[in-house]
């Protein structure tokens, strides 16, 4: 403990934070997809962890749908060369949701 603030909570709080960063920096273009998922995967050992954090911030969908998308697409690359059909055929993912990402996904 630190003070009222358990060590985890703490260390929570900075992955958040720097969660947080690399999405911005990758939002913002100062990232690339690879590039992305290269730091995500030095602090986290799911393969598909990368897609379901963007479209989780990206978009207000839930968790299962987000989890959906990241099992149909095989990286953040792949994910920005879909098509509307092709994203819209996962399921939860209605049209406002894949219009949304798309636009997200090409700012």
């Not at 960063?21 to 913002?28: C, H, K, S």
């Not at 963007?54 to 299962?64: G, L, P, S, Y």
């Not at 792949?78 to 399921?91: G, H």
């Amino acid at each position: 403990m630190i003070g009222d603030t358990a060590v985890e909570d703490l260390d929570a709080e900075l992955f958040q934070q720097w969660l947080a960063r690399l999405i911005g920096e990758y939002e913002r273009g100062e990232t690339s997809a690879t590039e992305f998922e290269q730091e995500l995967a030095r602090h986290i050992d799911d393969p598909n962890a990368g897609i379901e954090i963007i479209v989780e911030a990206f978009t207000d969908v839930d968790a299962a749908t987000a989890t959906a998308v990241a099992t149909e697409y095989q990286s953040l690359n792949d994910l920005e060369a879909t098509d509307r059909a092709r994203l819209e055929s996962v399921a939860g993912v209605d049209p406002s949701t894949a219009d949304l990402l798309l636009e997200r996904l090409h700012q």
